[in-house]
């Protein structure tokens, strides 16, 4: 049954513009983009407090015109769309995406890396028996297994035959649920099977966990899942592209925290009301709360005739937004972003990014940080999209808008600075265009970065200097 309440809202403070911010900082040139309650956003460290107001330093032009980085840091390119496989399956496949990295044996680490390739993508991900779920479809992961000295030692297909595998995230038990943002039925653009799956994928056996959708856990436009350490609940966004908009999820499994296959035994999807509110975008007011927030039973999970989102849930509605994205575990709480949200689109207001924070034990919902109004695009802080914390106890935000393209850190006094810029153009001399940054994430140890360009599709390793 859903949890029910009353519902109270209070709130502190209200949005401030960039350029608002910026003259008050008057530190990086950057600007700080967005304000909020961050503190609640970091598990905190020592080497938070050290950190200084900008950052690691100003972006050092990079000669190879790859990846500008602060001062003292340095990168590696791991692997590079086109190039072979070092397994021999192929080339590497295009559109770099989501990502995770998990500790291995004698000081390994696996990384395993989303391709989110439609059909008539540039590279696919190569069809290999025993892996693959739709011959037709042409997303998927691989998997790259490096050394104690960041050394790539093996580069193979994890899962193939999904179909736009956009994000997801790390399951306690060091699996990666890599989650499809399509909701074709087969028959759609030559698909043999349904798509708008999740899939469990071990990046250092992929053949443990072959390519099973986990249905119970809904078909849409999946982003990004955070699991509940404690509860083994799964928290799912659903970035769908028109009206209505997507829904913010979690999953009840039948056997949480069960290891391998646990998502397999099937389980309750469930979407989140806030009563009061069918659209997140019309919140504005940082610390906006709502307490005693529902969760309703989805009537058909695996949307056999009607998306989710069109679904019933009764007479009080449901509760949308725009570009559900993001999404992770920190703390006590779950954290999930709205990369922006265009009234022209059909919204019920405009933002530059919103993320938002959930208690589930206080079944509490509250706005913690809105971002811009952007009012230039060469610069970082429009359209947040992959998210996640870093050693230093700050965060590492992607960026995915227009203009240049950077990662960028946030550290826990709310002070934003430039991590690195993508100099790869993808346009021409006099439009430049670069591609959009994806799947950050650290390495088990935290002292390596990595994180990849989406196109062309480029994983780097950066290390440095990331505790000074």
């Known amino acids: ?97 989501g990502m995770a990295a998990f500790a291995g044996r004698h000081g390994r680490t696996h990384l395993v890396r989303n391709h989110e390739n439609r059909a008539g993508g540039r590279v696919p991900v190569p069809v290999i028996d025993g892996l693959t779920y739709d011959p037709e479809g042409k997303g998927g992961c691989t998997a ?12 193979r297909v994890a899962i193939a035959g999904t179909a736009v595998n956009c994000a997801g995230g790390p ?62 609940v799964v928290y799912e966004t659903e970035d769908a592209f028109e009206r209505p908009f997507g829904l913010f999820y979690r999953f009840l499994p039948e056997k949480p925290l069960g290891g391998t296959g646990s998502l397999r035994a099937g389980g309750r999807l469930q979407a989140m009301r806030v009563p009061g509110v069918p659209d997140l975008s019309s919140i504005q007011d940082i610390g906006a709360r709502f307490d005693h ?10 949307a056999a005739e009607t998306p989710i989102r069109h679904q019933d849930f009764g007479p009080r509605g449901i509760t949308h937004a725009q570009k559900l994205e993001g999404c992770y575990w920190g703390g006590r709480s779950v954290y999930f972003v709205s990369s ?71 550290t826990r006094r709310g002070e934003v600075y430039a991590m690195a810029r993508g100099r790869q153009n993808i346009g021409t001399a006099e439009d430049p265009e670069w591609g959009e940054f994806a799947g950050v994430t650290f390495s088990p140890d935290g002292r390596t970065m990595y994180v990849n360009c989406y196109t062309p599709g480029t994983t780097f390793a950066v290390t440095g200097p990331w505790r000074r």
């Open 340 to 410: 922006f949200a265009r009234s022209a689109e059909g919204s019920a207001a405009d933002h530059y990014g919103q993320i938002w924070r959930y208690d589930p034990d206080r079944r509490r919902l509250t706005l913690v940080i809105v971002f811009g109004p952007d009012t230039d695009v060469q610069l970082p802080g429009e359209s947040p999209d992959n998210i996640c914390l870093a050693p230093s106890g700050g965060l590492m935000v992607c960026e995915d808008g227009g203009g240049a393209q950077h990662v960028y850190g946030v």
């Open 144 to 155: 790259l297994t490096l050394d104690h000295h960041g050394r790539v030692l093996s580069e």
């Open 171 to 232: 399951t306690p038990w060091d699996t990666w649920l890599t989650c499809e943002e399509t909701e074709d039925k087969a028959g759609t653009g030559g698909y043999t099977k349904d798509h708008g799956y999740i899939f469990e994928v071990d990046g250092a056996d992929p053949r443990r966990t072959g390519a099973v959708p986990l249905t119970a856990m809904g078909r849409f436009q999946h982003e990004a899942i955070a699991v509940d350490p404690k509860r083994g």
């Open 1 to 97: 049954m859903p949890e029910t309440g009353p519902t109270t809202e209070s709130t502190t403070g209200s949005p401030a513009t960039r350029r608002q911010m910026l003259a008050r900082s008057g530190a990086l040139g950057i600007g700080i983009v967005f304000t909020g309650a961050l503190s609640e956003l970091f598990t905190g460290t020592a080497a938070a407090q050290n950190l200084g107001h900008s950052g690691y330093g100003p972006l050092v032009p990079d000669p190879d015109g790859l990846l500008d980085l602060p001062k003292g840091f340095r990168y590696k390119v791991l692997s590079r769309e086109g190039d072979p496989l070092r397994s021999g399956e192929g080339p590497v496949p295009s559109n770099h995406d």
């Open 293 to 302: 927030i529902e969760w309703v039973d989805v009537p058909d999970p695996g």
